[in-house]
Nanobody
């Protein structure tokens, strides 16, 4: 059974950068679809970015132009590069593999 482990969450100042990673343990067959979601306190979990097995990456309007999703298939890992972060980016960030397997999340806090 595949398990996902996120890392890279931290306290960062507004305008700063952070890179999140999500690594899968266990074998993944073929090219997968990965996604990053986030959930802020009192809010629903929302899609941040998706990198499909084929086709173009998708970003939410709130992060477009600031965040970049990428993958390393050899390492079964997906990344989320977060630039020019704002306090509104504060949330627990989760990765999702093939629409089925969730990670446990990593906390990102943007504050001065």
């Amino acid at each position: 059974q595949v398990q996902l482990v996120e890392s890279g969450g931290d306290l960062v100042q507004p305008g700063g950068s952070l890179r999140l990673s999500c690594a899968a343990s266990g074998s993944i067959i073929g090219i997968s679809t990965w996604a990053w979601y986030r959930q802020a306190p009192g809010k629903q979990r929302e899609l941040v970015a998706r990198i499909p097995s084929v086709g173009s990456n998708i970003y939410s309007d709130s992060v477009k132009g600031r965040f970049t999703i990428s993958r390393d298939n050899a390492k079964s890992t997906v990344y989320l590069q977060m630039n020019n972060v704002t306090p509104e980016d504060t949330a627990v960030y989760y990765c999702l593999l093939n629409g089925m397997t969730w990670g446990r999340g990593t906390q990102v806090t943007v504050s001065s």
